[in-house]
């Protein structure tokens, strides 16, 4: 209850009116009790007191008033004239002026903020409280100088409390240095939102950083080296940003992950004595009109259902702490769910889980028990710290146990990449699954979640481990990744495959390869069979894309060299003078160990006069390359604009049954929206 709602309390009590018999006996008793003096009166009931039992207020000062006008001026004196050299010295010490000092005191007074705008005038308050208190009593004394009755009496102490509390709340702070200030009136200044807001989260994210691959001039660098790259998981990381309204990080982006990830009908194999075929396309590049692009796109042959071999799967989870959001373990569950529906009932699927320690939930198990799978599957739960090399030790123990000749022996990692006990550096996981690869055994990455998500230690997994790496955000995108393209996924058709690109001087000044920057090789790794790189699964789509400069191009980039010999070109008096470059491709088979080579001439003959005589998913690929250099920040495109990759891309879509390419097209409009100047 409030100061006020106890005055207005008090006030509203009545005192019963009284007879003029009754003031007639009240008079003659104060009278006599006056006459008498306090000696002679008794004791009241209840009270050691031989006065009637008052205020605190009325029993000091009555006694003042009954002295001599001298003795209480003294008194009076004595009480005024050290309060007021007291309250000088506080007001002045330190030399601070008053305003000052006290403004200073009021802005120190944070703990009393809320108090303060309930109060702003607490001072003022209390004294207008007392002052109409006064006036209510000195109203009764006149209206009734007679003993109050017995109820007023009781109102005594509740009327002491309530001025004792107007006291204190009336009271100064206490200054730093001691003694007591004045209470400002100003209003404390208002709290900033941003200071009233939580802290956002901490973002944990890694990404290897690599700059975009450079021009390169072939006279003094005429042969390209990489490694292929079938990972999808930056597309459907650069979709979940834009879809929750914010731009990718540009480490985020890797070109050549967001173009290999739709399906293209290219040109496939004819038998798997040819594990992949190769199809060249030289088009006008359409960012940049002195330039030309040469579109290497590679489709590895899709075994038949009834041929894929024998499956030994070995799902190592991730149950830590930090899996424990909607987008991690629970979407993780309903994937390999998803998964378990796909396999032949003679598969094995052996679970293991970490978290602080390994520990194995599923001994390797028939497909044809899915139940006992399924429910293995459906027990999983969130909690501890995430010892993941623990976990890729005891998975890799499973999957040998379970070891199928000839058949795929896989495991499936399945984490946000949040290693933090054990060997958790990259190059000491790197380390790790060499090793372990030897065994035949393939190591796949699945990524889930956002905040914590380690892009660039699952990339270095995959990488390493002869796998694939996937980032799942949705079931959609599991569907696709483990149901859709399961033998993609699951069945490699070759391993260690390379691509190096040798272009003729005498037709190409220039070159830049558009993506792959994380799988470059030196020229020496092409025909190093001891050098690991990409693997392709059944039906697998791999698309890779130069921009060349031709030679005598207004685009050309860099200047002659001053000291470069004379020599004629030796491939313009050759057969190969009507060559742009030539194509190698390298690869082992799943089991092999020796490297195969196939190679392809590009020619003028591989050339189109127009983009728009390209086939749809020529150009559909080409609007998805743009697409990827702009949210990286590539320059050589800054002024093609997002419309215009929204034409592209719209009109290649062709029959699109998934949808995949029309939710392209509306990626790209979101980053319109949200590039700013990255239009």
Same mark, same amino acid.
Do not use: C
């Given at each position: ?10 006030? !509203?009590?009545? +005192? ?15 009278? #006599? ?17 031989? *006065? ?6 009325? /029993? ?6 009954? /002295? ?10 004595? %009480? ?12 002045? /010490? ?28 607490? #001072? ?63 209003? +404390?200044?208002?709290?900033? #939102? ?20 450079? *021009? ?8 390209? $080296? ?51 075929? &190769? ?28 041929? &894929? ?58 497909? /044809?028990?899915? @139940? ?7 027990? %999983? ?15 890799? $123990? %499973? ?7 000839? !058949? ?6 399945? $984490?946000?990449? =949040? ?8 190059? =000491? ?48 995108? @599991? #569907? ?9 996924? %699951? ?42 790189? !990409? ?45 742009? &470059? ?31 005589? @390209? ?17 990286? !920040?590539?320059?050589?495109?800054? =002024? ?40």
């Amino acid at each position: 209850m409030t100061m006020r709602d106890d005055f207005e309390k008090l006030s !509203g009590l009545t +005192p019963p009116k009284a007879s003029a018999e009754a003031r007639a006996r009240a008079l003659a008793a104060a009278m #006599q009790s006056f006459d008498e003096g306090e000696k002679n009166s008794s004791a009241t009931q209840g009270s050691s007191f031989p *006065v009637r039992q008052s205020s605190i207020f009325n /029993r000091i000062w009555s006694p003042i008033m009954n /002295r001599k006008l001298l003795a209480g001026s003294a008194l009076a004196t004595l %009480l005024v004239v050290p309060a007021a050299a007291f309250l000088t010295f506080e007001l002045t /010490r330190d030399g601070a002026p008053f305003g000052e000092r006290t403004q200073e005191i009021a802005l120190k007074d944070e703990t009393r903020k809320d108090e303060t705008r309930q109060k702003p005038e607490p #001072q003022t308050a209390a004294r207008k409280a007392v002052a109409e208190e006064r006036a209510r009593q000195e109203a009764k004394t006149v209206e009734t100088p007679v003993a109050a009755p017995m109820e007023s009496e009781a109102a005594a102490p509740a009327a002491d409390a309530m001025a004792n509390s107007v006291a204190r709340d009336s009271v100064a702070p206490l200054s730093a240095t001691g003694g007591m200030q004045p209470r400002m009136t100003f209003l +404390p200044a208002p709290v900033a #939102q941003e200071e009233m807001q939580a802290a956002p989260e901490q973002n944990r994210e890694r990404f290897g950083k690599a700059d975009s691959n450079p *021009v390169k001039s072939v006279a003094t660098d005429p042969v390209s $080296t990489f490694s292929v790259d079938v990972d999808t998981a930056s597309y459907a990381f650069v979709r979940r940003s834009l879809m929750e309204g914010q731009m990718p990080e540009r480490d985020a982006v890797r070109v050549e992950e967001m173009v290999n990830y739709f399906p293209y009908d290219w040109p496939r194999p004819e038998s798997v004595a040819q594990p992949f075929k &190769a199809t060249v396309t030289v088009t006008p590049t359409p960012w940049n009109g002195g330039t030309r692009l040469m579109h290497v796109a590679i489709k590895g042959y899709d075994v038949v259902p009834a041929e &894929a071999p024998k499956a030994n799967l070995v799902f190592l989870i991730d149950v830590s702490g930090s899996m424990d959001e909607p987008d991690k373990l629970p979407l993780l569950k309903g994937a390999f769910r998803l998964l378990v529906e796909k396999l032949k009932p003679e598969d094995t699927v052996s679970i293991v889980t970490y978290a602080g320690n390994a520990g194995t939930v599923l001994e390797p198990t028939a497909v /044809r028990d899915k @139940a006992k799978i399924l429910a293995a599957i459906d027990t %999983l739960a969130p909690g501890g710290s995430t010892a993941g090399a623990e976990g890729i030790d005891a998975a890799y $123990t %499973l999957a040998e146990k379970a070891f199928v000749k000839g !058949g795929v022996n896989r495991i499936m990692l399945a $984490t946000d990449g =949040d290693f933090n006990v054990g060997p958790s550096s990259d190059e =000491d996981l790197k380390r790790l699954i060499e090793d372990k690869r030897k065994s035949g055994i393939f190591l796949s990455v699945l990524g889930f979640g956002r905040g914590n998500y380690n892009d660039a230690l699952m990339q270095t997994i995959a990488q390493n481990g002869n796998g694939t790496a996937a980032y799942i955000d949705t079931l959609a995108e @599991a #569907q696709k990744t483990l149901v859709e393209e399961a033998g993609s996924s %699951l069945f490699a058709i070759a391993k260690d495959v390379k691509l190096q690109v040798e272009f003729n001087p005498a037709a190409i000044a220039e070159y830049r390869l558009i993506g792959y920057e994380t799988r470059a090789l030196k020229r020496e790794d092409f025909n190093n069979d001891k050098v690991d790189a !990409g693997d392709i699964g059944s039906g697998h789509s791999v698309t890779a894309i130069y921009e060349v400069t031709p030679k005598g191009s207004p685009a050309v980039l860099n200047d002659d060299l001053r000291y470069a010999t004379a020599e004629k070109p030796a491939a313009e008096t050759g057969a190969n003078s009507g060559e742009l &470059a030539f194509l190698k491709i390298r690869y082992k088979k799943p089991d092999g160990d020796r490297s195969e080579l196939i190679t392809t001439p590009v020619t003028e003959a591989n050339a189109v006069p127009s983009l728009d005589q @390209a086939s749809g998913d020529v150009r559909f690929s080409v609007a998805v390359a743009a697409f990827g250099q702009k949210l990286s !920040g590539v320059t050589a495109l800054a =002024d093609y604009s997002y419309d215009t990759v929204i034409d592209l891309a719209s009109a290649a879509k062709g029959a699109d049954p998934f949808g995949y390419r029309s939710e392209f097209v509306n990626l790209v409009r979101l980053a319109k929206g949200l590039g700013g100047s990255r239009k």
